[in-house]
């Protein structure tokens, strides 16, 4: 059996983005495997966060695990510095990566920015944290999006150092698990830019807590170019906002690109986006909408009245099974 783990950072709203590129596919996981998933509050001090926004958005990202069909009795579900052997490994792993290794890491080049002199040395040593989340467990699978792959090549050159280093087999070269079609899914208003909770315009991104209404409202305004759609995927070059929202289509309704094609070839977008809302709306139902939406209700309800520690995540050890 694959040991899967994987991260969620929890710095504000949950999207569209994060549902279908990660937690969906933690969902799907489930089945045939053992599931560790991690709220990463810990690699969200890399950057400011407001302490009480941080609590806030730790429970809320619990909440929206469980509430798309992440299941606490089978799968384990935590927060990150809860267990305390995260920063422990962490620093042993600080000795086994190399300077090298790490100066060529793209994700700190875009986020220190041009001041990279005052980045958090956290910041800087990120990615051995994430190789520590995922070696203390020994997963041998980790789902991720296309912007951490390089994290995780870095995580198998950790463990493979130290294993060399130590004459062991301790820690697994871990697989990248990049899964399904809408990996990416970009911006309702600019086909070019990712779907981002820092985007400024709320119109630009479809919230998990949107209700059917302003997600069709927000589709609707969702910029797109005057074509029809075209019936193959090779029509869909240079047409970032018409790919984009095929792209969701086909994740929301589990089709391929060319079946919804074959399917909506032709039509102008006044009549897809209808269709798309129904689906983003309302069909995806006990997935990213209907139940979702209650037992998101449900679990902060339990977490108002006190019982939270009851109903909530465990922990696991490293070395536990
Ligand atoms: N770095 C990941 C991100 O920003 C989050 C993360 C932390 C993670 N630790 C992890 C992902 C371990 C997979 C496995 O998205």
């Keep these: 059996?694959?040991?899967?783990?994987?991260?969620?950072?929890?710095?504000?709203?949950?999207?569209?983005?994060?549902?279908?590129?990660?937690?969906?596919?933690?969902?799907?996981?489930?089945?045939?495997?053992?599931?560790?998933?991690?709220?990463?509050?810990?690699?969200?001090?890399t950057m400011w966060q407001d302490p009480d926004e941080l609590r806030q958005s730790t429970r809320e990202v619990t909440a929206a695990f469980i509430a798309s069909g992440i299941d606490p009795k089978n799968s384990i579900i935590f927060n990150q510095s809860q267990n305390p052997h995260h920063a422990e490994l962490a620093w042993i792993f600080n000795c086994v990566?190399?300077?090298?290794?790490?100066?060529?890491?793209?994700?700190?080049?875009?986020?220190?920015?041009?001041?990279?002199?005052?980045?958090?040395?956290?910041?800087?040593?990120?990615?051995?944290?994430?190789?520590?989340?995922?070696?203390?467990?020994?997963?041998?699978?980790?789902?991720?999006?296309?912007?951490?792959?390089?994290?995780?090549?870095?995580?198998?050159?950790?463990?493979?150092?130290?294993?060399?280093d130590f004459g062991t087999e301790v820690?697994?070269?871990?697989?990248?698990?990049?899964?399904?079609?809408?990996?990416?899914?970009?911006?309702?208003?600019?086909?070019?830019?990712?779907?981002?909770?820092?985007d400024p315009s709320d119109n630009s991104r479809l919230n998990l807590t949107d209700d059917a209404d302003a997600i069709a409202q927000k589709i609707r305004r969702a910029r797109t170019d005057p074509d029809a759609l075209p019936s193959e995927p090779a029509g869909l070059e240079g047409r970032p906002e018409a790919a984009n929202l095929v792209g969701i289509y086909a994740a929301l309704s589990d089709k391929s690109i060319e079946d919804v094609l074959a399917e909506?070839?032709?039509?102008?977008?006044?009549?897809f986006k209808p269709v798309l809302a129904d689906v983003a709306g309302v069909k995806a139902g006990p997935d990213w909408r209907g139940n979702a939406a209650a037992r998101r209700r449900q679990c902060l309800y339990r977490q108002r009245a006190g019982r939270w520690r009851r109903a909530g995540p465990r922990t696991v050890r490293p070395g536990d099974a």
């Design 171 to 198: 820690f697994p070269i871990t697989e990248p698990l990049i899964l399904g079609p809408a990996t990416r899914v970009m911006s309702l208003r600019d086909g070019s830019a990712k779907m981002s909770k820092s």
């Design 97 to 164: 990566a190399r300077l090298g290794w790490l100066n060529r890491m793209t994700q700190f080049k875009d986020k220190a920015g041009k001041n990279r002199e005052n980045a958090s040395v956290g910041l800087y040593a990120y990615p051995n944290l994430m190789a520590a989340d995922i070696l203390a467990y020994k997963a041998t699978h980790v789902p991720v999006g296309e912007d951490q792959k390089q994290h995780l090549e870095l995580c198998r050159d950790i463990a493979q150092k130290f294993n060399n």
């Design 1 to 45: 059996m694959d040991r899967i783990f994987s991260g969620v950072q929890p710095t504000g709203n949950l999207h569209l983005g994060n549902y279908l590129g990660a937690i969906r596919n933690f969902v799907r996981l489930q089945e045939g495997n053992e599931c560790i998933y991690c709220v990463v509050d810990l690699h969200a001090i």
């Design 264 to 271: 909506m070839g032709g039509k102008m977008f006044s009549e």
